[in-house]
């Protein structure tokens, strides 16, 4: 889709300056523009790049003064970075605009499918399965038998819910994330071999979560596990059975949640922690990546690194000595000989 | 589905007390129990629960005394912890009990499927496959060109079963895990480029093994890359080619096996453990999250922790000790003065 | 498929040593031969087994000097391992001959299939999307709207690509694995709230690139995440939005790169090693497992280890010390005493 500098403008109740005909196809950074791209400049850092880029239009701030001649159209508004964030956003409503039901898929008879939904081909809803209005399941996904899922969902290519699952809206699953699978329970038996537990509880997923691509999440042995509102999961991070995440909290890439351990809201829990089973973690808690949790942490909104873990910046100032512990061990044994050939002395 | 306090108790071969005529429709926790849920009471520490629940139905034991009054029927058993195994156990068994060929799927003219078989839509059985009798395969499951699954086998939704690999009976797969990609085998060439080694081996799955979401096991070079007889491995666990685990070994989420590596039987691998390649690790072996291992453990049954790893008591007692670190610099350097004017005082 | 002992000479340039008109259907380890398998022998050290070897057929060096009765039917070449190199591949050819075009999938009246492509069943080809001559898309494969494959690229089952997303020639993707999912950014609300920024970008991987299963490769905010030509990727491997992987570097299973992160070439990142988000790591720098990186490395070609990271000699040195650091502090503690003795013996 091509857009003239005006209608940009329009959109995003700008001033033209310069040519708005000139026409763009697509975003790009302002060091990156080509013709027919589309750039914003908000950090002052890179004001050098507006007098040399070759985008066609640039916006930029109301207040941004010109020390040079600018080749682009600019198009001046209150706050360039958020009126790009606009465009963004519009750029990717349009990108992802699907609608409709491809064939070759799959709707149980005793499914529901809300109005103006997406269902990609080969992608499966099961019996009971309900699907909330404005919502998009890609191909290939399966939605098991009576899983919900609310309004304005995406669920990306490959996604699989296990059945009795709840999703609820505004709910983005990326592609090959599992949902539901059954929570790793299993009873010794006195000659070393394992029987099973039946895991017959489920996952609830509140509004506005994105959970990334591949991650995992086990439904609970009985009741639910509960991954709270607007909580946000990256890529390939596994989230036990019975486990809980705090509303708003932020997980990183290839981090690991053990069984029926809480999280508190707001943490940021950084890539490949890992936390042990059932554990509290207090609200605001901040890991540090690749941190390793094996007790709760009761103190709220403080930042801790390590395996095992300790605050943050002993962390740091521990991990610093740690290359030096050859020359501090060397130390200690002239110390040794030292004082040994001073009691000597003494006697 | 529902069922009577009565049916329950006639499934326990247990005494009801109170209405026997009660229906239940799920299960649920002693403390989370509401109208129609049957709990069980087993842990002396949870009674308090079963004067104050709104289950409709508690399994307690023959032997549990009453202390108030309880709302609930009750259903007495000599083992209430296992009684409500059987019935966690029957209601997954009527969840999962899936049978039949679901359209549109692809059953390729020369494989072998068997007898009460479940296939779900868009699953794809090869040339040459064979199912055994019992097996489910969920939607959109992937098995390839003459792969062997036993009897009673379940692959959920989204298995890939790469091309000669073999399962054996009761294997369970849950959804998104691949078994049988190339093993990562590369021949550096002398301008820094790589060729790569064909991997043309397979993998084998024995009975009654368990592998979780998105777990990855890569086919052997030349040979089999073996899992034994009663292996349980959680949800994205690493398991490269050649690599072999003993029977009833247990490996915890994001644990990662390289390539060659031998495990022995009945050890516990805890959550993201790292092993290197082409080592040997005793039988029983115990290993905390997060260990890494980079040389053979030829002792059975010992546990170890830490990165390079050490016994387990050393690795406490040394990780203790860490955070003081600077403190113990410190002294040292005090240390070291202190001497140098005991030495100046000598002279 | 049957061969016998001459047309393997043929094929390998080779010279037949006892009954050439003996069949081989399978390859093997020289220790691992049984009927009908073919073997070589390369490394001295496995000499024993040419004498004892069930193999059929075993290929050897034109210079191998025989010190016993062999069995087997020998093939004498100028380089054992290297011919054997070649029939690997040729079997695995033959093993992975896919061609045509499986009914049912889904290709978009608008995306352009190449010649001699294998579509497998349930893949599926969205609006604009290009797959090169020779290419294999296998069964459950999503390649989304606008998405470029090159010639000769293989993507196994179920791998998802996402919308705009730019694959080379000889792209090998395993099962699984997702390329182009949103990158994990989030701009943070006053209230602790996130509001998710739009990613627009995509991800291209150059020639000869190959990615292992269950591996996720985030698209980039803006621009392009990016893995250059020959780059080796392992399985479950996360690589986070706008990174770029030089080309020729080999990256192990489980390991992790954060955003924006530059990796330079010919380096090779070890199993679960984590590196954080804006740093620029140098070219042949070698990191070993569970290596946490979180500052940039400018000096090329050096290896490296710990978390946090030092020289990969001082981690092994200072690590060997950590064991010891219970006694260590033990020491300085009887120091601290003997000193104070004879401190006071001085007054």
Redesign the interface.
């Known amino acids: 889709m091509q857009f003239t500098a005006q209608e940009i403008s329009l959109l995003l109740n700008g001033t033209v300056e310069g040519d708005d005909a000139v026409t763009v196809d697509k975003?790009?950074?302002i060091e990156?523009g080509t013709t027919g791209s589309l750039s914003f400049l908000a950090n002052p850092k890179y004001e050098q790049f507006l007098y040399t880029t070759d985008a066609s239009v640039v916006i930029i701030n109301n207040d941004q003064q010109l020390t040079a001649p600018v080749k682009a159209t600019l198009i001046r508004v209150a706050n360039a970075y958020s009126a790009f964030?606009i465009l963004?956003?519009r750029?990717?409503t349009i990108?992802l605009n699907k609608k409709g039901i491809?064939q070759?898929c799959?709707i149980h008879p005793s499914a529901q499918v809300g109005n103006d939904v997406y269902i990609?081909?080969?992608a499966?809803i099961g019996p009971g399965a309900k699907v909330g209005d404005n919502s998009k399941i890609?191909?290939?996904t399966?939605v098991?038998?009576n899983v919900t899922i609310g309004k304005n969902a995406t669920l990306?290519?490959?996604v699989?819910i296990?059945?009795?699952c709840v999703l609820g809206d505004n709910v983005?699953i990326?592609?090959?994330a599992?949902i539901g699978?059954?929570g790793?329970g299993?009873?010794p038996n006195p000659d070393?071999?394992?029987n099973?537990?039946?895991?017959?509880g489920n996952v609830i997923i509140e509004d506005?979560v994105?959970i990334?691509?591949?991650t995992?999440i086990?439904r609970a042995t009985?009741?639910s596990t509960i991954i709270h509102k607007?909580v946000?999961i990256?890529?390939?991070v596994?989230i036990?059975h019975n486990a809980e995440v705090g509303s708003?909290t932020?997980i990183?890439?290839?981090a690991?949640i053990?069984g029926s351990t809480k999280i508190g809201?707001?943490a940021v829990i950084g890539?490949?922690v890992?936390i042990?089973g059932h554990l509290d973690i207090a609200n605001g808690t901040q890991l540090s990546?690749?941190t390793?949790i094996?007790s709760s942490i009761t103190e709220e909104g403080k930042a801790w690194g390590?395996?095992?873990y300790?605050p943050f910046k002993?962390?740091l100032?521990?991990?610093?000595?740690?290359?030096?512990?050859?020359e501090?061990?060397r130390?200690?044994y002239e110390?040794?000989k030292?004082?040994e050939e001073?009691?000597k002395?003494?006697h």
Chains 1, 2, 3 share one sequence.
Request: hydrophobic share 35%; charged share 25%; aromatic share 12%.
């Open positions: 975003l790009a950074k990156d964030s963004l956003e750029y990717n990108k491809e070759p799959f990609g081909a080969f499966y890609y191909p290939n399966y098991a038998d990306f290519a490959g699989k296990y059945f009795d983005i990326h592609a090959g599992v699978s059954d790793f299993f009873a070393g071999t394992y099973k537990i039946s895991q017959i506005d994105e990334g691509a591949n995992t086990d009985m009741g607007g946000k990256d890529n390939l596994q036990a708003h932020v990183a890439g290839q690991g053990s809201k707001n890539g490949q890992g042990s990546a690749q390793g094996n390590g395996t095992p300790m002993d962390y100032r521990a991990h610093a000595k740690l290359r030096k512990l050859p501090l061990d130390k200690v110390l040794e030292l004082i001073l009691r002395g003494d």
